[in-house]
T-cell receptor, first 113, second 114 residues
Framework: GNSVTQMEGPVTLSEEAFLTINCTYT??????LFWYVQYPGEGLQLLLK?????DKGSNKGFEATYRKETTSFHLEKGSVQVSDSAVYFC????????????FGEGTQLTVNP | DAMVIQNPRYQVTQFGKPVTLSCSQT?????MYWYQQKSSQAPKLLFH???????NEADTPDNFQSRRPNTSFCFLDIRSPGLGDAAMYLC?????????????FGSGTQLSVL
């Protein structure tokens, strides 16, 4: 079946630091890959997505590239802000699970001023 | 304006006392999902509706039921809540079943079981 593995958290950074959150996946076929973000007290919202190999998703300064050869979709941002503090979830759909999303366990990011 | 609305934001129930969580959407989406999210864990899909078609995940306990009386509303019924059912319950929608379609989530209902 499908699965997603995220780097263990929590992650604490200073403002303007570089961020990487690792995500690897296992799936049959050609899944679509997503990053969702959950701000405190809110539901999940889509941050970015990529639907085929070598696609790069980007939004709000965040980027992730779909790497089929390494089955990875790492999230990066060059300069984080305090307002980026949230929980980040890597997810996939497709393959054996159809449209159903399979989530990673989430990574708590805290950015200090 | 919120497009997927969950009520209540916090729900407290007693062990074994039935409880219903509600979700409504203004997006007119065909698909509605219920996820369970325990502390520091990934959201876990319980079931989903495509229109009136109900699809249960294989490992969803029988204790969990769902109703979708119309396009806009979907309910999660927990018939006899146990302590292990304390969690955040997330409702989500999307337009279709395409694998690349994004989900729209509500803010969730945090359920406590005493």
């Amino acid at each position: 079946g499908n699965s997603v593995t995220q780097m263990e958290g929590p992650v604490t950074l200073s403002e303007e630091a570089f961020l990487t959150i690792n995500c690897t996946y296992t799936a049959t076929g050609y899944p679509s890959l997503f990053w969702y973000v959950q701000y405190p007290g809110e539901g999940l919202q889509l941050l970015l997505k990529a639907t085929k190999a070598d696609d790069k998703g980007s939004n709000k300064g965040f980027e992730a590239t779909y790497r089929k050869e390494t089955t990875s979709f790492h999230l990066e941002k060059g300069s984080v802000q305090v307002s980026d503090s949230a929980v980040y979830f890597c997810a996939l759909s497709g393959g054996t699970s159809g449209s159903r999303l399979t989530f990673g366990e989430g990574t708590q990011l805290t950015v200090n001023p | 304006d919120a497009m997927v609305i969950q009520n209540p934001r916090y729900q407290v129930t007693q062990f074994g006392k039935p409880v219903t969580l509600s979700c409504s959407q203004t997006l007119n989406h065909n698909v509605m999902y219920w996820y369970q999210q325990k502390s520091s864990q990934a959201p876990k899909l319980l079931f989903h509706y495509y229109d009136k078609d109900f699809n249960n995940e294989a490992d969803t306990p029988d204790n969990f039921q769902s109703r979708r009386p119309n396009t806009s509303f979907c309910f999660l019924d927990i018939r006899s809540p146990g302590l292990g059912d304390a969690a955040m319950y997330l409702c989500a929608t999307n337009q279709g079943l395409g694998a690349d379609e994004k989900l729209f989530f509500g803010s969730g209902t945090q359920l406590s079981v005493l």
